[in-house]
T-cell receptor, first 114, second 112 residues
Framework: GENVEQHPSTLSVQEGDSAVIKCTYSDSASNYFPWYKQELGKGPQLIIDIRSNVGEKKDQRIAVTLNKTAKHFSLHITETQPEDSAVYFCAASTGGTSYGKLTFGQGTILTVHP | DTGVSQDPRHKITKRGQNVTFRCDPISEHNRLYWYRQTLGQGPEFLTYFQNEAQLEKSRLLSDRFSAERPKGSFSTLEIQRTEQGDSAMYLC??????????FGPGTRLTVL
């Protein structure tokens, strides 16, 4: 089955700096790569996603890049703010008989210091 | 609030007891997933429903676990004879077609 590795496990930045989180996946059939933000006591919330026919996607301060050949994808957050502090998860899924189930990475605890 | 609700939010039980959790997905969402999340880890897939049909179950879902989705609306997840290793956050997610998965707030289970 699919295996997703995520690094780093913790990331500490100063307000205004950029943050980058990286993930690799194992199943070349994976075609959908969402990123979720999880705050304490809440369920994961989608912040951005990318499909395998696209190399990069941007939404305001957040961007995701995908390298299908190397099987890795990254989350970039620019101009970080204290409210960006949370746990971030990458995930991967395939279509077909996998029914869109998500395989998650281990998570990155992002701390943005004012 | 994503529109997916779960009940209860917290459950403390003694080892050996049975527990049942409920998930109410967004009303028009025909696909429903259950995941389990242990402390410091990402969610792990447990089972998937399309309408009322349970189409996939993870190997994580031992025979003590059972899930239902009668009439393709809300879903329940029951754990029989709970063990301390069952302590985790149980998350429900729903989607329509190939859209994004919307997660509920989860039910945190503590088995003493």
């Amino acid at each position: 089955g699919e295996n997703v590795e995520q690094h780093p496990s913790t990331l500490s930045v100063q307000e205004g700096d950029s943050a980058v989180i990286k993930c690799t996946y194992s199943d070349s059939a994976s075609n959908y790569f969402p990123w979720y933000k999880q705050e304490l006591g809440k369920g994961p919330q989608l912040i951005i996603d990318i499909r395998s026919n696209v190399g990069e996607k941007k939404d305001q301060r957040i961007a995701v890049t995908l390298n299908k050949t190397a099987k890795h994808f990254s989350l970039h957050i620019t101009e970080t703010q204290p409210e960006d502090s949370a746990v971030y998860f990458c995930a991967a899924s395939t279509g077909g008989t996998s029914y869109g189930k998500l395989t998650f990475g281990q998570g990155t605890i992002l701390t943005v210091h004012p | 609030d994503t529109g997916v609700s779960q009940d209860p939010r917290h459950k403390i039980t003694k080892r050996g007891q049975n527990v049942t959790f409920r998930c109410d997905p967004i009303s028009e969402h025909n696909r429903l997933y259950w995941y389990r999340q242990t402390l410091g880890q990402g969610p792990e897939f447990l089972t998937y429903f399309q309408n009322e049909a349970q189409l996939e179950k993870s190997r994580l879902l031992s025979d003590r676990f059972s899930a239902e989705r009668p009439k393709g609306s809300f879903s329940t997840l029951e754990i029989q004879r709970t063990e301390q290793g069952d302590s985790a956050m149980y998350l429900c997610a729903s989607r329509i077609g190939g859209g994004e998965q919307f997660f509920g707030p989860g039910t945190r289970l503590t088995v003493l």
